[in-house]
């Protein structure tokens, strides 16, 4: 509908035929059965610390979710042995199985093979049954809570390689008509959209897609 107003605007002011159209979406969404919250791991663990009340006093790891991934972050970024400590403790519970975590990122591997990087120290990957969530009350594992849209029935937030991928869909008189790419990046949007208006971006992370323009 939205698509058909912006047409319809195009057309009224008489620019239809010179106007390059992009239709993207920034990722993609799957379902999933329920949520995990690894804080309660860390909890555990020793690694957040509650009063009688089961509030946070203090920690020294906490997990904050994006979705189907979470980040976690150490409360001293350098302390070398709660870094050893939380990775074990995130580790064996990937390796357990049981609890939706499909891989265990270091903060530099992410970052050189997803361009994702950040304050945290690990990133820990869903195995497309579980989303995640931040609470670190018992249970680790739940059913659906639409409470919060990331703990709902769909989520996303997932390498790229799983699951549905964004769409891009493109015409006018710079498109080739008819193309088809069967993979391409988020990252390549940009510099794809301004080769279109004829301005290069050469230091960026994504490529422009050649094969759409003519």
Not at 47 to 72: E, F
Not at 140 to 151: A, C
Not at 174 to 180: A, Q, R, T
Request: net charge negative; aromatic share 8%.
């Amino acid at each position: 509908m939205w698509l058909s107003d912006i047409l319809q605007a195009l057309d009224l002011t008489g620019i239809r035929e010179e106007t390059n159209v992009f239709v993207v979406s920034d990722h993609g969404q799957m379902d999933v059965q329920g949520s995990i919250h690894p804080n309660v791991l860390l909890r555990r663990a020793g690694l957040i610390k509650t009063d009688a009340a089961g509030n946070i006093v203090d920690y020294t790891a906490m997990v904050k979710s994006a979705g189907a991934s979470c980040q976690v972050y150490l409360k001293d970024p350098d302390d070398r042995n709660a870094w050893e400590e939380t990775r074990a403790v995130l580790q064996k519970a990937c390796d357990e199985g049981v609890y939706g975590i499909e891989r265990v990122f270091i903060r530099e591997e992410v970052e050189e093979l997803e361009h994702l990087s950040g304050g945290f120290s690990f990133v820990l990957e869903t195995n497309g049954v579980y989303s995640f969530g931040n609470d670190w009350r018992e249970p680790v594992v739940r059913t659906f809570d639409t409470t919060d849209y990331k703990l709902g029935h769909a989520t996303h937030g997932y390498l790229p390689d799983k699951g549905p991928q964004p769409t891009l869909l493109a015409f006018g008189p710079d498109i080739k008509p008819g193309v088809v790419v069967e993979r391409g990046c988020i990252a390549d949007i940009a510099p794809t959209v301004s080769r279109s208006f004829g301005v290069e971006m050469p230091d960026v992370d994504g490529r422009v897609i050649s094969e759409i323009l003519k």
